[in-house]
């Protein structure tokens, strides 16, 4: 799944029941799908996976705000654009 999400922004979806690797890549200036944000770009992973589930009728899900904060709660690491 692939979002684009302006700063500010907030975006709401839907995600099928598994496991997923959240994965971002940041800038300033957005250069499109292709370049992203040129060779500035920051490739970062979070370094938990994220389980979507159904328990009894409920789904479980997350909610994800992408500010960095010292002492934040999702830690996570930076990429290569080639581990990206």
Same mark, same amino acid.
């Given at each position: 799944?692939?979002?684009?999400? *302006?700063?500010?922004?907030?975006i709401? %979806?839907?995600?099928? +029941?598994?496991?997923?690797?959240?994965r971002?890549?940041?800038?300033?200036?957005?250069?499109?799908? %292709?370049?992203l944000?040129?060779? #500035? %770009?920051?490739?970062?992973?979070?370094?938990?996976?994220?389980?979507? *589930?159904?328990?009894? #009728?409920?789904?479980?899900?997350?909610?994800? *705000? +992408?500010?960095?904060? %010292? #002492?934040?709660?999702?830690?996570?690491?930076?990429?290569s654009?080639?581990?990206?």
């Amino acid at each position: 799944m692939t979002m684009f999400i *302006r700063p500010g922004s907030h975006i709401e %979806t839907k995600a099928p +029941l598994g496991l997923y690797r959240l994965r971002y890549a940041s800038g300033n200036r957005w250069q499109g799908e %292709t370049e992203l944000f040129g060779p #500035d %770009t920051v490739y970062s992973e979070a370094e938990k996976t994220f389980e979507f *589930r159904r328990t009894g #009728d409920q789904a479980e899900g997350y909610s994800v *705000r +992408l500010i960095f904060q %010292t #002492d934040g709660n999702l830690a996570t690491k930076l990429l290569s654009a080639t581990q990206f």
